[in-house]
Nanobody
């Protein structure tokens, strides 16, 4: 029973930056990794990044490596996705998820809980 709430989405111009937040609450003791995914209309939900609560170990999708940074604040039970050099193709609904995996989860099925998502729109 983990609750996740995303925030920080909005409209930004190409080349700009945006920081998303995901606040976790509830039974977070079973959450070992947090991750960010995104889904554009008509497309599959796409893995972006994941981070371990304990070690801070991260893993990124090649598509966002070098532009996006995932981080966490354990005291606040919050994970972040700092997005820079945004492109119109980054437009999507961005979701955070919680995973009980002990290895970095990069697939949808490896996540146990999801937030409701936050819209990111990048204009050209």
């Amino acid at each position: 029973q983990v609750q996740l709430v995303e925030s920080g989405g909005g409209l930004v111009q190409a080349g700009g930056s945006l920081r998303l937040s995901c606040a976790a609450s509830g039974r977070t003791f079973s959450s070992y990794y947090m991750g960010w995914f995104r889904q554009a209309p008509g497309k599959e939900r796409e893995f972006l990044a994941t981070i371990s609560w304990s070690s801070g170990n991260t893993r990124y999708a090649d598509s966002v490596k070098g532009r996006f940074t995932i981080s966490r604040d354990n005291a606040k039970n919050t994970v972040y996705l700092q997005m820079t050099s945004l492109k119109p193709e980054d437009t999507a609904v961005y979701y955070c998820g919680s995973s009980g995996n002990v290895v970095p989860p990069t697939r949808l099925y490896q996540y146990d809980h999801w937030g409701q998502g936050t819209q990111v729109t990048v204009s050209s």
